[in-house]
Nanobody
Framework: QLQLVETGGGLVQPGGSLRLSCSGF????????VGWFRQAPGKEREGVSS????????NHLGAVQGRFIISKDNTKKMVYLQMNSLKPEDTAVYYC????????????????WGQGTQVTVSS
């Protein structure tokens, strides 16, 4: 069972930036979309951003639109989530996963979840 790996989390002050990386999917051919999700304590997991296999289309949660940028490097087999202007409400464990769907942010569409990386936004 393929499992992705997320890195890049940490503690950052409000207004700061972090870049998350997702790796491990290069040899899995059965996907059309890579997605980033997050889950805060006591809350349900929510889709944050997704990008299609060819990198041509992206999708973002409204709350992160204009602040988060998702990108894909096919040569390095990596997907990145650049998070800018971070807010305390962005604090969560962030996960990446694969979907056979197209540009979806629906959690049930995804598989091969990683272990997650903690992002904490606090002064």
């Amino acid at each position: 069972q393929l499992q992705l790996v997320e890195t890049g989390g940490g503690l950052v002050q409000p207004g700061g930036s972090l870049r998350l990386s997702c790796s491990g999917f290069g040899f899995d051919l059965d996907y059309n979309t890579v997605g980033w999700f997050r889950q805060a304590p006591g809350k349900e997991r929510e889709g944050v951003s997704s990008i299609t296999r060819n990198g041509a289309s992206t999708n973002h949660l409204g709350a992160v639109q204009g602040r988060f940028i998702i990108s894909k490097d096919n040569t390095k087999k990596m997907v990145y989530l650049q998070m800018n202007s971070l807010k305390p409400e962005d604090t969560a464990v962030y996960y990446c996963a694969l979907s056979r769907g197209w540009n979806t942010l629906r959690s049930s569409d995804f598989h091969s979840w990683g272990q997650g990386t903690q992002v904490t936004v606090s002064s």
